[in-house]
């Protein structure tokens, strides 16, 4: 099969100014609720781009792990690439596509770190393996080899043996403050639903975008 002939006609859903909540948060997250029930594997995986000092743009998978009013949260480590990046220049885009459901939604804004308490509370909720990974990966540096980050893991399980290991400064949330959030339905013969929402002067607006 060649790529240019894979093509898949999306039939499940349609999408109208009409049907969608006035506040794109109330409206994600009915969303979200459908996603839960599809069965979904990662369902709270979402593409991350950023942008480089170069000004090219940068993107990877992430892993969602809150939203409310105040924007959307994921976790990493500060040092990282995308950490930088974000110092750098703060603002940010996420992806979602849920292809079960033949929808995507797309969020634009400004990223700033949440609170220590939020990370802290985040951080000391997450299984021992991943409070570890959090301490031995060097996070986008160049390494050896895979057995530095076994023998960090190592030593560091063996250093907190008897206590809780504590969250690492280099480590913590993320939120991306949303200034606009677009849903798209997949329709028919190309022809797919997108209702914008853009917040603009303390009010969000909603706006059918050609697809």
């Known amino acids: 099969m060649s790529i240019s002939s894979i093509r898949k006609d999306y039939q499940l859903h349609s999408l109208s100014e009409s049907d969608v909540h006035a506040n794109p948060v109330v409206q994600f997250s009915q969303w979200w609720d459908e996603a839960l029930k599809s069965d979904i594997v990662e369902v709270n995986a979402m593409t991350l781009s950023t942008i480089t000092a170069a000004g090219r743009p940068s993107a990877r998978i992430v892993l969602l792990k ?15 690439d995308k950490g930088q990046q974000l110092d750098a220049n703060p603002y940010a885009s996420l992806v979602f596509f849920w292809k079960e459901l033949e929808r995507q939604v797309r969020i634009e804004g400004k990223c700033e770190r949440v609170s220590l308490e939020e990370s802290d509370e985040y951080y000391n ?31 560091l399980l063996e250093q907190y043996a008897s206590g809780e290991i504590p969250r690492p400064s280099h480590w913590g ?6 200034e606009t959030i677009e849903f798209w ?27």
Request: charged content about 25%; cysteine-free.
């Open 66 to 80: 809150g939203f409310d009013e105040k924007g959307f949260v994921f976790y990493t480590n500060y040092e990282s």
């Open 125 to 155: 909720s997450r299984p021992l393996g991943s409070k570890l990974g959090a301490w031995a990966s060097p996070q986008s540096r160049v390494i050896e080899g895979r057995e530095i980050l076994d023998k960090n893991a190592a030593a």
């Open 173 to 178: 949330g993320y939120r991306v403050v949303t």
């Open 185 to 211: 339905q997949g329709r028919s013969n190309r022809l797919h639903d997108r209702i914008k929402y853009s917040h603009q002067d303390g009010a969000w607006t909603i706006e059918r975008l050609a697809p």
